[in-house]
């Protein structure tokens, strides 16, 4: 921490200069020294410097009042003071005038390089935060909500700016927690509809006629219950965007009429023989392998490449570390203002926690450990003492070992024998029940009864089908076919 860092000595004695130089230097700081008030000002003006040590009791200008002269040139300067026994009142004055900390003499010199660790610390994440929210405050005019500056999510603000002004149909793959509406809200935000409606529609959460009621509307008379005509989504919709989350969980009797309304632009009402016309852009999301589906049966091709047509990729948190610390000083702000907790700022030890870990559950994942912290943060600084234990004990998931044949391995068979027997044991481990399961792996529900469906796993049969006896365990070998 204190290597390369520009540390200001103001003392009017040579022999505290002498020992702080020295001090330092040997931490492979870079001092710069001034025997007065004013030549420590001096230099403040004509360089910048991480951290400024100066001493109380001094002719001319007073510690005090160079500590006043150094905060008004920089604001985020740490001042650390160096005081005597008999003036300790005076400097606890001081820091509530903006000193960082107080040193007395004599001192130790462990303990000084404690208190300049600190302040350099927190002068850099002062820095820091002050970039992330400007970075934020340049995204937030175009993209709402969606954070990031990797190259990865570089790509994604591309195709977004590209492709909003068009009607096109847009596909967004990504895991769950990635942030798939936010995308679609931004590609509408940008486009020449903004200011008409961006209706979601929660493909997998109604039954077959109820989705399609809420889809295409229904006439009077249509089922026991339609006691009046209703206007479906998509003429809510008109001239506007609608956003079909999890288009793989549409039911496949309903994909043909959707597969008709992206091509023809017109429905039926459920029960009605007029034909209702629409503008709608179309945008579905997916956290599962469409392609998958469709070789399997279970999603229309013709459906498929009608959505197709330009597809945006999300990728998981793991592989955007680089917008970790971005992500969460926004979550900060953002539940710092809902819980009236102002200039939060997370210690340089809980931010290394954050970028270690892998997330799962990406992004919404992060946003409910900051929303945690903020809630549980007794002061200014949230250290990792308020990080959760799942995520400070985190390891980094290593492959058990295997032996590579000599004719080499089937990659695809390989992952799907993997994921075959990870879902197995999970089964096995939440002792059957599917909803568990779902939670063990950090994944949705629906997503776990795709994969089971695609690897023909039999929940029934897996449970309780294998003996703890049968378990290779940690650092065993695994076969591979």
Same mark, same amino acid.
């Given at each position: 921490?204190?290597?390369?860092?520009?540390?200001?000595?103001?003392?009017?004695?040579?022999?505290?200069?002498?020992?702080?130089?020295?001090?330092?230097?040997?931490?492979?700081?870079?001092?710069?020294?001034?025997?007065?008030?004013?030549?420590?000002?001096?230099?403040?003006?004509?360089?910048?410097? !991480?951290?400024?040590?100066?001493?109380?009791?001094?002719?001319?200008?007073?510690?005090?009042?160079?500590?006043?002269?150094?905060?008004?040139? !920089?604001?985020?300067?740490?001042?650390?003071?160096?005081?005597?026994?008999?003036?300790?009142? $005076?400097?606890?004055?001081?820091?509530?005038?903006?000193?960082?900390?107080?040193?007395?003499?004599?001192?130790?010199?462990?303990?000084?390089?404690?208190?300049?660790?600190?302040?350099?610390?927190?002068?850099?994440?002062?820095?820091? $935060?002050?970039?992330?929210?400007? %970075?934020?405050?340049?995204?937030?005019?175009?993209?709402?909500?969606?954070?990031?500056?990797?190259?990865?999510?570089?790509?994604?603000?591309?195709?977004?700016?590209?492709?909003?002004?068009?009607?096109?149909?847009?596909?967004?793959?990504?895991?769950?927690?990635?942030?798939?509406?936010?995308?679609?809200?931004?590609?509408?935000? $940008?486009?020449?509809?903004?200011?008409?409606?961006?209706?979601?529609?929660?493909?997998?959460?109604?039954?077959? !006629?109820?989705?399609?009621?809420?889809? /295409?509307?229904?006439?009077?008379?249509?089922?026991?219950?339609?006691?009046?005509?209703?206007?479906?989504?998509?003429?809510?919709?008109?001239?506007?965007?609608?956003?079909?989350?999890?288009?793989?969980?549409?039911?496949?009797?309903?994909?043909?009429?959707?597969?008709?309304?992206?091509?023809?632009?017109?429905?039926?009402?459920?029960?009605?023989?007029? %034909?209702?016309?629409?503008?709608?852009?179309?945008?579905?999301?997916? $956290?599962?392998?469409?392609?998958?589906?469709?070789?399997?049966?279970?999603?229309?091709?013709?459906?498929?490449?009608?959505?197709?047509?330009?597809?945006?990729?999300?990728?998981?948190?793991?592989?955007?570390?680089?917008?970790?610390?971005?992500?969460?000083?926004? /979550?900060?702000?953002?539940?710092?203002?809902?819980?009236?907790?102002?200039?939060?700022?997370?210690?340089?030890?809980?931010? !290394?926690?954050?970028?270690?870990?892998?997330?799962?559950?990406?992004?919404?994942?992060?946003?409910?450990?900051?929303?945690?912290?903020?809630?549980?943060?007794?002061?200014?600084?949230?250290?990792? *003492?308020?990080?959760?234990?799942?995520?400070? %004990?985190?390891?980094?998931?290593?492959?058990? *070992?295997?032996?590579?044949?000599?004719?080499?391995?089937?990659?695809?068979?390989?992952?799907?024998?993997?994921?075959?027997?990870?879902?197995?044991?999970?089964?096995?481990?939440?002792?059957?029940?599917?909803?568990?399961?779902?939670?063990?792996?950090?994944?949705?529900?629906?997503?776990?009864?795709?994969?089971?469906?695609?690897?023909?796993?039999?929940?029934?049969?897996?449970?309780?089908?294998?003996?703890?006896?049968?378990?290779?365990?940690?650092?065993?070998?695994?076969?591979?076919?």
């Amino acid at each position: 921490m204190l290597r390369d860092a520009s540390v200001l000595v103001i003392d009017d004695e040579e022999i505290m200069r002498d020992i702080l130089q020295t001090l330092l230097e040997r931490e492979g700081s870079k001092v710069s020294l001034a025997a007065s008030g004013e030549a420590g000002l001096a230099l403040a003006r004509a360089h910048t410097f !991480d951290v400024a040590v100066v001493d109380v009791m001094m002719p001319g200008i007073s510690g005090i009042q160079t500590l006043d002269e150094l905060t008004a040139m !920089d604001a985020d300067l740490p001042v650390i003071l160096i005081t005597a026994f008999a003036s300790v009142p $005076n400097a606890i004055a001081a820091m509530k005038r903006g000193a960082f900390d107080y040193i007395t003499k004599p001192f130790k010199n462990d303990e000084v390089l404690v208190v300049l660790r600190n302040a350099i610390e927190r002068r850099r994440l002062v820095t820091e $935060n002050r970039t992330l929210r400007e %970075t934020l405050r340049a995204q937030s005019n175009q993209f709402s909500e969606i954070i990031g500056r990797s190259a990865p999510m570089r790509r994604v603000f591309g195709l977004i700016a590209q492709a909003a002004p068009s009607r096109t149909t847009i596909l967004i793959e990504g895991e769950s927690g990635t942030g798939k509406e936010l995308v679609a809200r931004a590609l509408h935000a $940008n486009s020449n509809r903004a200011d008409r409606p961006c209706i979601t529609v929660n493909s997998g959460s109604l039954p077959p !006629d109820l989705l399609e009621s809420n889809l /295409f509307g229904h006439v009077k008379g249509a089922f026991t219950g339609a006691v009046a005509p209703k206007k479906g989504l998509f003429e809510l919709a008109d001239h506007g965007t609608i956003f079909f989350d999890e288009i793989g969980s549409v039911p496949v009797e309903t994909q043909a009429k959707l597969l008709r309304v992206i091509q023809e632009r017109e429905f039926m009402r459920l029960g009605g023989v007029d %034909t209702v016309k629409v503008d709608v852009r179309i945008i579905a999301a997916t $956290n599962i392998d469409l392609k998958s589906m469709v070789d399997d049966g279970r999603f229309r091709e013709d459906l498929y490449y009608r959505l197709h047509v330009i597809k945006v990729t999300l990728p998981p948190l793991r592989d955007r570390r680089d917008d970790i610390r971005l992500l969460a000083q926004h /979550f900060l702000e953002k539940y710092g203002a809902e819980n009236e907790k102002v200039g939060l700022e997370l210690t340089a030890d809980a931010l !290394d926690l954050l970028e270690e870990y892998d997330w799962p559950g990406n992004v919404r994942e992060l946003e409910n450990v900051i929303e945690r912290a903020v809630v549980l943060a007794t002061g200014a600084r949230i250290g990792p *003492e308020l990080v959760p234990d799942a995520v400070r %004990t985190a390891r980094p998931f290593q492959l058990p *070992e295997f032996v590579m044949p000599a004719e080499g391995i089937s990659f695809k068979a390989v992952v799907a024998a993997f994921e075959t027997q990870l879902i197995e044991r999970t089964l096995d481990a939440a002792g059957g029940v599917q909803k568990r399961a779902a939670e063990m792996l950090n994944i949705k529900p629906t997503t776990l009864n795709e994969m089971i469906k695609r690897h023909d796993i039999n929940p029934r049969r897996v449970r309780g089908a294998r003996s703890g006896s049968d378990d290779p365990g940690p650092g065993s070998q695994v076969r591979l076919p």
